[in-house]
């Protein structure tokens, strides 16, 4: 049996907490119900955070470890730090895996990671989302139960629909048709640095979207697509030559400045 991934999943835990319709479909939050179906598929060890615990959970010893991590947010975006927003993207630079879910598209770390504004059209009116995989040989579509013709169905959604500011995805893998007729880009990979990216859009906190078993399925296949291989950590050295260098034909000045990475930061 190959070592397990080890992912973290991260809730702003807040909506649980101060909507009774919400605590009624996930009274132990979201981060459960989402670590409890990666747990059972074997293939992660999980740990869960929430942005109540110092540091939101997100420690430099958890992050170290975390070789994936799963990112819910909504209303609290403004709440998260400035400074674990940093750390999570270096994480993410150096090779750490990160799952954005639904209206983590607005977080502070996908914003950054981006570096566009993300934003998109919304409605929430309990409809149908049909999702198409239009990519089927991605390794985030292996396994799922799909209806005739490449598709599956969240019978009640809230409705994300274009155009949503995200730079091009470098792969998508899924795309969804709303009931009132928008469509959205709903699973988009990227890369920054040496990490991997993947946005889902489904999960709005007032449907049980996270107990669906296709989603379930989806999400522990992001997990394993884009958990951490290599770790490179940043580093701008000033490289000797390998060989020696013939002299250079004129004279050129040399401004003489060693910058460090120390130096920007
Ligand atoms: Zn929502």
Redesign the pocket.
């Known amino acids: 049996m190959s070592t397990p991934i080890r992912a973290v999943v991260w809730n702003e835990f807040v909506h649980e907490k101060e909507h009774e319709a919400v605590k009624r479909i996930y009274p132990e939050g979201m981060h459960r119900v989402i670590a409890e179906a990666l747990e059972q598929t074997g293939d992660f060890t999980v740990q869960t955070a929430t942005l109540e615990e110092p540091e939101h959970g997100l420690t430099k010893e958890v992050l170290e470890k975390a070789q994936i991590l799963y990112w819910w947010g909504?209303i609290a975006h403004d709440k998260v730090k400035d400074e674990i927003v940093e750390r999570v993207k270096q994480r993410v630079l150096e090779g750490m895996g990160l799952v954005v879910l639904?209206?983590g598209h607005f977080s502070k770390i996908f914003r950054t990671l981006m570096g566009t504004t993300c934003s998109l059209k919304w409605r929430e009116a309990a409809e149908k989302e049909r999702i198409w995989v239009i990519e089927p040989s991605h390794p985030i579509a292996m396994g799922l139960p799909l209806q005739e013709g490449g598709y599956f169905e969240i019978p009640h959604e809230?409705m994300y629909g274009e155009r949503f500011e995200i730079p091009n995805p470098e792969e998508l893998v899924f795309l969804s048709w709303f009931q009132g007729g928008e469509v959205f880009r709903s699973g988009c990979c990227w890369t920054r640095g040496a990490g991997k990216i993947f946005y889902f859009r489904p999960g709005?906190?007032a449907y049980p979207t996270y107990y669906n078993k296709t989603v379930q399925i989806i999400l522990a296949n992001a997990g394993r697509w884009a958990a951490e291989r290599v770790r490179i950590p940043d580093q701008c050295p000033n490289s000797p030559a390998l060989e020696p260098l013939p002299p250079p034909p004129a004279e050129f000045g040399q401004a003489g400045v060693i910058q460090t990475l120390e130096d920007i930061q």
Do not use: F
């Open positions: 909504h639904h209206s809230e709005h906190e």
